[in-house]
């Protein structure tokens, strides 16, 4: 099923459009050469056979690809030779050449996006200790001097001769190879579905490499270790909501094609040394080893660059305080929409656009919400279901069952020194899975996750977009489960993604993210501007500061008499409409004119439309404190370095008194 791009192919034979020998040219046994002097001056043994060519039997120019010591005029060592012969000048005859380029390189075929925009060549190289590798590469880095082409290139392994090195770009535009593949831009499903691609492997039965500028990059899914170590590792998850859930958001990445969802994912919130790295990392290593994990300390343009890299896996995010508290919440859209910035290269068009599916897992001692607010800016609800805050907050730190472990940071050792030795394995095992079931006929993912969205309960909009996310991780546990890759009973991944359901429902409270921010700004405006901007209706006083509007006295408590601008301003970034909608929800308005929101009201001979509110307390039991505040409580007991025992936490409405609340 997996086809590995670098293999130790030893018999091999190159296109045979790219050799440049003739049906004439045979091998020749000759006196036996022992040793030779190598690329570096070291002695290298040679066989006692080689290959003897003769000048009149190629048909130069040309290129010579040997993959071992040959003969051609002199002994020769394997590479690529570019052959020609100069003309004779009077008694001077002909003069054959042959110049060394490279270590032994074949162009193996043709490669083109399926769209007919993006051409390359498949390349195949063998390294300085002898391996072979492949390498799908745009023709865009001939252009200019291609040293970017040649670092590449030397970074992999290939020796290239630095005095015949423009020579090598003639070599790779010498013939147009006859094979076609096709080219894919990024990783995860190709457009027909068939086929999976990594940066190193293609999972499926489809023609198809992954073409991209760097033969290596940091940060890949890759494999390694054991595949029966890691789920080991997996085992112990179990019993462990938080660690079952970061498993089953890194599965899920590869299900988005299929149910058709957007990228989103989990903000898990916690105090220091909780363990919310070590949730991480077991994410991370359902794809990748340690260099899969990456901290929010990047900027957008990175991150943008690194999720077109991991499309239809998991991107994990570590600590978001490093983060520009600026940057954040663009950065979160961006994630979520699947779609970076839109540039103009140096001519004026449009660049190519950066695109992904991916599943998020985050980590941080701050919400998205209080991040944000850190540069200025006012959470958006899209912000919010796109990345679910999260408490993490167990028992022990992260952890609800220490298994054979003594503690919480003898548990999280085991996970971050295991981890670092066995990964990838499962990604790779999953996606292999979901091919099985659409080559059977029994892939309806989509009826799948409509059943087990039916089990998360909720009452909002809102609520409906995080249930239906969390149903799409739950469906990937299970389906892991059901493949062998995870050693959990059936049932146990959506059971724990139940758990972390109640958790982030408890966290967010019910109703609209806008609705509860708008009523929350107009209460703040009120307690802040009340006794300095409005002043008494029956009075003729001027306010202390520029007038916001009046007051009444009614059943002994004040209705607040805005005005347009003041009422608007209150509503922060929201227009009026938006402003008035929730207030109308709320029950707020407690007077008003016939089929309208404002009431003639005359104060001091004038008549005004005045907009009667009357903030209620009702509204605060729906209405979501501080993350940090519902989850600080009882840090130190949960602590990873704790080991006595407390309940479970379940984040609960902060209890003392609270004047701000944050969403």
């Known amino acids: 099923m997996v086809n590995a791009v670098e293999s130790d192919i030893k018999n091999h034979e190159g296109t045979g459009g790219t050799r440049g020998t003739t049906?004439?040219?045979?091998?020749?046994?000759?006196?036996?050469?022992?040793?030779?002097?190598?690329?570096?001056?070291?002695?290298?043994?040679?066989?006692?056979?080689?290959?003897?060519?003769?000048?009149?039997?190629?048909?130069?120019?040309?290129?010579?690809?040997?993959?071992s010591w040959f003969d051609l005029g002199g002994k020769r060592k394997p590479g690529v030779w570019y052959c020609y012969i100069t003309e004779g000048k009077g008694d001077k005859p002909p003069e054959h050449h042959a110049l060394f380029i490279c270590?032994?390189?074949?162009?193996?075929?043709?490669?083109?996006?399926?769209?007919?925009?993006?051409?390359?060549?498949?390349?195949?190289?063998?390294?300085?200790?002898?391996?072979?590798?492949?390498?799908?590469?745009?023709?865009?880095?001939?252009?200019?001097?291609?040293?970017?082409?040649?670092?590449?290139?030397?970074?992999?392994?290939?020796?290239?001769?630095?005095?015949?090195?423009q020579k090598l770009a003639d070599y790779l535009q010498w013939r147009t190879p006859e094979t076609v593949w096709t080219a894919a831009t990024r990783t995860g499903w190709t457009t027909k579905g068939g086929a999976f691609v990594l940066h190193d492997r293609i999972i499926g039965g489809e023609r198809v490499h992954f073409q991209s500028e760097s033969i290596s990059v940091d940060g890949a899914a890759r494999v390694g270790g054991d595949f029966q170590q890691w789920q080991q590792i997996a085992g112990y998850c179990e019993k462990n909501p938080v660690l079952m859930t970061s498993v089953c958001v890194s599965l899920s990445g590869a299900l988005l094609a299929k149910v058709h969802r957007d990228s989103g994912g989990v903000h898990w919130i916690g105090d220091s040394s909780t363990g919310k790295t070590t949730a991480l990392i077991v994410g991370a290593s359902v794809w990748g080893g340690e260099d899969f994990k990456r901290t929010w300390r990047a900027t957008s343009n990175g991150l943008e660059g690194a999720a077109a890299l991991l499309s239809d896996t998991c991107l994990c995010l570590d600590e978001i305080s490093e983060a520009e508290p600026r940057e954040v919440g663009a950065i979160v859209y961006s994630l979520g929409n699947g779609t970076g910035k839109t540039r103009a290269n140096r001519i004026g068009s449009a660049r190519h656009v950066h695109r992904w599916r991916l599943s998020l897992l985050s980590t941080g001692e701050r919400s998205i919400s209080s991040a944000m607010q850190e540069g200025g800016k006012q959470t958006k609800a899209g912000q919010l279901v796109r990345l679910l805050n999260i408490p993490a907050a167990r028992q022990y730190g992260v952890f609800d069952d220490l298994h054979r472990f003594d503690d919480g940071r003898a548990m999280s050792d085991f996970f971050k020194t295991q981890c670092a030795k066995h990964y990838g394995h499962a990604g790779v095992k999953f996606v292999e899975y979901i091919i099985k079931l659409e080559q059977n006929g029994s892939s309806d993912f989509g009826g799948k996750i409509a059943d087990i969205e039916k089990q998360f309960q909720h009452t909002d909009s809102q609520a409906a977009r995080a249930a239906s996310r969390f149903a799409l991780y739950a469906l990937a546990g299970e389906l892991a489960t059901d493949a062998g890759v995870l050693p959990w009973r059936a049932g146990a991944a959506l059971e724990a993604c139940k758990v972390m359901f109640e958790q982030w429902q408890t966290l967010h409270g019910t109703g609209a993210t806008e609705h509860n921010q708008i009523l929350q700004s107009v209460r703040d405006y009120i307690l802040k501007h009340g006794d300095t901007r409005f002043t008494d209706k029956a009075s003729d006083h001027p306010p202390k500061l520029e007038r916001a509007g009046w007051y009444t006295e009614r059943d002994g408590e004040r209705v607040y008499l805005f005005a347009s601008a003041a009422l608007k301003e209150s509503g922060g970034s929201y227009d009026l409409k938006r402003v008035l909608d929730a207030l109308e929800s709320?029950?707020?308005?407690?007077?008003?004119?016939?089929?309208?929101?404002?009431?003639?009201?005359?104060?001091?001979?004038?008549?005004?439309?005045?907009?009667?509110?009357?903030?209620?307390?009702?509204?605060?039991?729906?209405s979501p404190g501080s993350p940090e505040e519902k989850t600080r409580g009882t840090a130190t007991s949960h602590g990873i370095q704790g080991s006595s025992p407390s309940s479970p936490s379940s984040p609960k409405k902060n209890e003392t008194e609270n004047d701000t609340e944050y969403f």
């Open 586 to 622: 709320a029950g707020w308005i407690v007077e008003r004119d016939h089929g309208k929101r404002t009431k003639k009201t005359v104060i001091n001979g004038q008549r005004f439309n005045l907009y009667w509110i009357k903030p209620s307390d009702d509204n605060e039991s729906s």
């Open 103 to 165: 270590s032994p390189l074949y162009i193996e075929g043709l490669t083109n996006t399926e769209d007919g925009r993006y051409f390359g060549r498949l390349l195949k190289f063998r390294d300085t200790l002898g391996r072979w590798r492949f390498w799908a590469m745009p023709m865009e880095l001939l252009r200019g001097s291609c040293e970017e082409l040649r670092g590449e290139l030397l970074a992999a392994g290939v020796e290239i001769d630095t005095r015949n090195r």
């Open 23 to 67: 049906s004439k040219i045979k091998a020749c046994s000759s006196s036996p050469t022992k040793k030779a002097r190598g690329t570096r001056g070291t002695v290298v043994e040679l066989p006692e056979t080689i290959e003897r060519l003769s000048f009149d039997d190629l048909s130069m120019p040309c290129f010579l690809i040997k993959e």
